[in-house]
């Protein structure tokens, strides 16, 4: 480790700015925002223009993904052709991707004028249980500041990060879904519960039940005692965009006829 004072103060500038990223990552919940959180280190610690986290095969018949792109003022993004190219390149050769000219190396055939501006590219694996799901990609312009092995080293400590929350994102969506599934059954079941009978009058019931929930609309149960409106009104709370709340029942025979004329009926 060079001990001269240019690269202590660098080294210390580094582990400052590695830490605020950790601060900050513990105290994001969106996993966007946490990529794009990511995607500043990079561009700021490797000297980078441009910063791209891409994804491999997200989706049936999608073979790349980029889901998050990230610039230095009047800087355009990376082309989504280049970001495709070079995910590829690290999938099959299994390491990093470095060049001073990414045109070039990629032998990519009449380019785009974006893509045609950039020369520097560094593309770091992602990487999970061994296995490569995309690549962190940094640019810069023809021209510019070419990517080093001190580059390269410190997208080698931010990229693990990445795939990190990648991963803690794939499960929170795996979670949700089971949940939402979960909520859909019981609020089903509770539905069936609260109203027995198969008769073509309790269809009918059921049906206007779920054409109501369905709405903000509010709602006036009427009949006389025991006919089961409190169980209609159960069921349509059940059914409706409401029911994590609190269902209140009210006993209308206790309250003053005079307020059935005010706005709030």
Known sequence: ???????????????????????????????????????????????????????????????????????????SQIDHSVNSLAAGWVSVHQKPLVTDDIIETLSIKNPQENALQLAAFLAMPLT?????????????????????????????????????????????????????????????????????GKSVSMKQVREMISRVAATTANVLLVGETGTGKELVARAIHVESSRAEKPFVALNCAAIPESLFESELF
């Open 1 to 75: 480790m060079p001990d001269d004072p240019t690269s202590l103060k660098r080294r210390i500038e580094e582990l400052e700015e590695l830490h605020r990223l950790a601060e900050s990552l513990s105290s994001i919940v969106g996993v966007f925002e946490t990529l794009e959180a990511i995607g500043d280190c990079c561009l700021k610690l490797c000297k980078a223009e441009r910063v791209s986290i891409v994804l491999l095969q997200t989706q049936p018949g999608e073979t790349v993904q980029t889901i998050v792109r990230r610039t230095t003022p009047l800087e």
């Open 128 to 196: 999970i249980d061994g296995k490569i799901i995309g690549t962190m990609n940094l640019a810069n312009r023809r021209g510019r500041h070419r990517f080093s092995d001190e580059e390269l080293r410190l997208a080698s400590i931010i990229a693990p990060l990445a795939a990190q929350f990648i991963q803690r994102a794939e499960m929170h969506t795996l979670l949700s879904q089971d949940n939402e599934r979960l909520k859909n059954a019981l609020k089903t079941q509770e539905s069936v519960d609260f109203l027995i």
